[in-house]
């Protein structure tokens, strides 16, 4: 079989977001929202807001997926606070028999369908992680400040700008 | 040269593929695969002509660089 083309494996991304496999854990699995989330599981009370008993101004607010802030206290004095917001995710109902073909099959049709899968199938996991980052391939170039595809390659990006701030 | 000090010589970028590639022009977040082929050469591959970057590459250093935060902080 011939080696894919760059076109090929944008395409098997594109598929690989709209099918996402339960195994391969997420980059927010790993590696959390933000740059900050680094820091969650530290044993620094004064950013995990509330497991110090001596904290008691442990934030009441917890962040769920209807989304949220949380407001935690930093330090002793009380004077900074932390506020992070999540923006609430959208519920989607769909109807079906769980392990049933998802809608998109079902509307799309058995061609469509096969094709998708034979696209993803095709294409090793380890391909389907590569992104076309070619300058020749790219306009409009500048420092990153916003986005209006947030795939993998966007998490990365704005995990690596976190970098450069802060650590 | 630590994982975290090269991570932070990357230049995230935003950008839109040319109008062949992506019809909609939409802006995107990522980087030049010519910059990170010099802090990370084997992150980099080229496809058809075409310079890829391998996210399980870079994966695997924001792993490294996550470990030297914990453990200066």
């Keep these: 079989m011939a080696n894919p083309t760059a076109y090929e494996l944008m395409m098997a991304n594109s598929a690989k977001e709209e099918e996402p496999t339960e195994k391969t854990p997420s980059f927010a699995d790993d590696f959390g929202k933000s740059f900050l989330d680094i820091y969650k599981h530290t044993n620094k009370p004064w950013l995990e807001g509330g497991s110090s008993s001596s904290n008691s101004k442990a934030s009441p607010f917890q962040v769920s997926d209807m989304g949220g802030s949380t407001v935690t206290p930093m330090g002793d004095s009380g004077k900074h606070y932390l506020h992070q917001y999540t923006a609430s995710k959208p519920i989607i109902q769909v109807a079906g028999a769980p392990g049933a073909p998802g809608v998109g099959s079902q509307v799309a049709g058995a061609a469509a369908g096969a094709a998708a899968t034979t696209a993803v199938k095709w294409a090793a996991p380890k391909l389907l992680a590569m992104f076309a980052c070619d300058e020749r391939v790219k306009v409009d170039m500048a420092p990153l400040e916003s986005t209006e595809v947030n795939d993998a390659l966007a998490e990365v990006a704005f995990f690596v700008k976190g970098l450069r701030e802060c650590a | ?73």
Excluded at chain 2, 2 to 17: G, N, T
Excluded at chain 2, 41 to 69: F, T, W
Aim: glycine letters at 2%; zero cysteines; proline letters at 4%.
């Design chain 2, 1 to 73: 040269m630590s994982a975290l000090e090269k991570l932070k010589q990357l230049e995230p970028i935003q950008f839109r593929y040319k109008e062949e590639i992506d019809p909609h022009q939409s802006l995107r977040a990522g980087f030049s695969a010519q910059q990170v082929q010099k802090i990370i050469p084997e992150a980099v591959h080229e496809v058809d002509g075409v310079l890829m970057l391998d996210l399980n590459v870079l994966r695997n250093y924001l792993s490294l660089a996550k470990e030297e935060i914990l453990t200066k902080s």
